[in-house]
């Protein structure tokens, strides 16, 4: 069956040349996929940042009628908001313990619930539960078709693609982030440009176009890092790149209308499908707010927000997993209370109970702030907040969550970035004219009240920034657009509807992972649609022949 005279290279290539134009000449319709329903686990990793976008993506594809299993620790699940009434029979909640692990503090599932130091020993027990996904895939193999996953967990597409189950990353960051880590091969092994920390917080020799984004010093060293902890942990960029490298297909939260040119520069790096699902703009949702404790307390948030003028009062907030110094905070309330601007500021003093540093204000601060200022200690309802026509702006660390609730409702932002992807996502918003960011030392992040005071002052007030409020309302356009969302959204379930079935090889006309109908069991070769079409176009006139021809394809590849 290998004979010379079946096929040789020449044949792949004009095979393959044939079989892409006639795919663009006659692409699968949306229409054709919309009524595929499908079963998608999603399996975040354990981090309110990651588990709320994971969540809000979701509803969304529930809300088109597809079944989700949700998957998380017990205290995780209990935690995240509620669903609406209307999504809780497409969307099951699955529970797995979190294995105990030497030096993570009891019920410590969440880096929420850590400080900074102890996250990696979160990390180590969430590889801990490779055994309860196994369990999973072993009772519902044949009904799931896509498991969406997050970075850390770099093990799961080999166990999924061992029963059958298709993966894809869902990257909670945006495209020029993991565009700064270069091919997952890079990410996982590193590159010998970029040994030193100098070289790393560069512009990457692999993008090729003008780009302001970098990273600060401070950024990275801010890390902690396994060996100073005298731990055995995989490192995130190797998580990251094993990943990419292991999943079927790449989602990003982001558009082409927000950073166009690192999308491409994805797909390049890759070369496997990005898949772009829009910024994922925040929706109200009254069932979030049906509690009568966390009702109570909004309804006091919101009578002390109608007290102040439009557009008049700060809101300040740094996410779930940031926190800074004693020094950042005391430098951050001083510059507070020097700008004279009312502030509305949620305040994490301390992660968890073993978090040993408990932050505390500048002494007679809330007592010489009283009435123009909230200082927030609680969770608070930070959209509602930031809906209110009193909030005239936010300072922010630059997640993004935060940018895009505030600029899907218009609102300036002042950022304040503290970790690496916070650092890249400012630089980037400060290229694009969309944010102002208070300026920071490179090498330690010194800043000092003024620069906070001068910052928001700009933005919130002066003359000179009324460009970024110009921009904030333009930019609702870019981020609060439900159509756009939608059409976002329509594409990644048509391209799941297309792609889901058995995974095994990489066809060589189409690029993408499908099994082989000729022989399921090799790692290249052509997929099942390809062959099938190939004899619409070909000599070959019968199944048994090309059935022979495809087999000395793969002899030759």
């Not at 209307?86 to 929420?112: G, M, Y």
């Not at 969770?379 to 209110?388: C, E, L, M, N, T």
């Not at 960011?437 to 009240?449: A, I, W």
């Not at 003024?450 to 933005?459: C, K, M, P, R, Y």
Request: charged share 20%; with cysteine; aromatic share 10%.
């Amino acid at each position: 069956w290998c004979a010379p005279r079946s096929i040789n290279m020449l044949d792949v290539c004009r095979i393959r040349d044939t079989m892409m134009q006639e795919q663009k000449k006659q692409p699968i319709s949306m229409a054709e996929t919309s009524d595929v329903k499908l079963h998608i686990a999603m399996f975040p990793w354990l981090a309110f940042g990651h588990l709320i976008p994971f969540l809000e993506l979701a509803k969304l594809m529930a809300s088109k009628g597809h079944n989700i299993s949700f998957i998380s620790t017990p205290r995780n699940i209990d935690r995240i908001p509620k669903i609406p009434q209307t999504l809780s029979h497409f969307i099951s909640f699955i529970k797995i313990d979190l294995p105990k692990v030497e030096n993570l503090p009891e019920n410590a599932e969440s880096t929420r619930d850590l400080p900074a130091n102890k996250v990696p020993y979160l990390k180590i027990a969430c590889d801990g539960l490779k055994i309860p996904m196994l369990d999973f895939l072993n009772n519902n193999n044949t009904s799931l078709d896509w498991i969406i996953c997050d970075f850390a967990t770099y093990w799961l597409g080999q166990i999924a693609a061992d029963h059958g189950v298709r993966t894809a990353y869902f990257s909670v960051y945006p495209a020029l982030f993991l565009g700064f880590f270069g091919t997952p091969d890079t990410a996982m092994y590193g590159d010998a440009d970029r040994a030193s920390h100098e070289e790393f917080i560069k512009l990457p020799k692999w993008v090729p176009f003008e780009s302001q984004v970098r990273a600060c010093l401070f950024q990275l060293t801010r890390i902690p890092r396994n060996s100073t902890l005298g731990i055995k942990n995989v490192r995130d960029p190797y998580r990251l790149g094993a990943t990419i490298r292991g999943c079927d297909a790449v989602i990003v939260r982001s558009s082409l209308g927000f950073e166009p040119d690192w999308l491409n520069l994805l797909k390049e790096l890759y070369q496997k499908p990005v898949i772009p699902v829009g910024l994922l703009p925040t929706e109200a949702n009254d069932d979030d707010y049906s509690d009568d404790s966390i009702n109570a307390s909004w309804l006091e948030t919101k009578q002390w927000l109608d007290k102040h003028e439009k557009g008049s009062v700060v809101y300040i907030a740094f996410g779930t997993e940031t926190k800074p110094s004693q020094y950042e905070l005391t430098q951050l309330a001083l510059g507070l209370e020097l700008s004279g601007l009312p502030f509305y500021w949620v305040l994490i003093d301390q992660r968890g109970l073993s978090d040993d540093e408990v932050l505390e204000l500048p002494i007679g601060f809330e007592e010489r702030t009283r009435g123009r200022g909230v200082v927030c200690r609680s969770w608070a309802p930070q959209f509602k907040i930031v809906s209110h026509d009193s909030v005239g702006g936010l300072l922010i660390h630059s997640g993004m969550s935060s940018v895009v609730e505030g600029l899907q409702l218009g609102k300036p932002l002042v950022l304040l970035p503290f970790m690496i992807d916070q650092g890249l996502i400012a630089s980037y918003l400060v290229e694009k004219k969309m944010a102002c960011m208070v300026h920071r030392e490179d090498v330690d992040g010194l800043f000092t009240p003024e620069l906070v005071a001068d910052s928001l002052s700009l933005v919130m007030v002066k003359e000179d920034g009324k460009m970024y409020r110009e921009k904030a309302k333009e930019m609702m356009c870019l981020f609060g657009n439900r159509d756009v969302q939608d059409k976002y959204l329509a594409e990644l379930m048509h391209f799941l509807q297309k792609r889901k079935g058995a995974v095994g090889i990489v066809c060589l006309l189409c690029g993408l992972l499908e099994c082989c109908w000729a022989c399921s069991n090799w790692n290249k070769g052509f997929g099942i649609g390809c062959i099938e079409q190939w004899v619409l176009f070909s000599s070959v006139t019968t199944p048994d022949l090309v059935k022979e021809q495809a087999l000395v394809i793969h002899f030759f590849v």
